[in-house]
């Protein structure tokens, strides 16, 4: 099939943008995992710069702004999206995240396909997937 005419585009993607009912609970949370500091910070937004992407955590009502008309999700109402991290080894994470109290949602365990992975939430409902080289 022909390639789309947005294909060049979309090896540009830059930032991404995830909505929070708790900003607060959100921020220590990609500071506490993830080690990240504040790229910048306003009421309803804070964002932070991994590599050359720019994630920025917003409050629910700024969300709601961007993508009016369509319903911003509760987190309640079920896993929005997961993000894949590459992991040099998946068990080591799990007891660095076991000592900052943080529990997985699934695994570690092999996944069909090959490689040991896990799974964690963040406060808003959003999945991890760390996906290690080492094999169960």
Known sequence: PPRSTLFPYTTLFRSVELFYPDLAAAKAFYQDVFGLTVDREDDTSVSFVIGELLVILLTMDA???????????DPGAGVRACFTIGVPDVDALCRDMAERGIQPVNGP????WGPRAVYFADPGGYVYEFVGHNRA
Not at 63 to 73: N, T
Not at 109 to 112: D, H, L, V, Y
């Open 63 to 73: 969300g709601r702004e961007l993508v009016e008309p369509l319903p911003v999700a």
């Open 109 to 112: 365990g092999a996944r069909p």
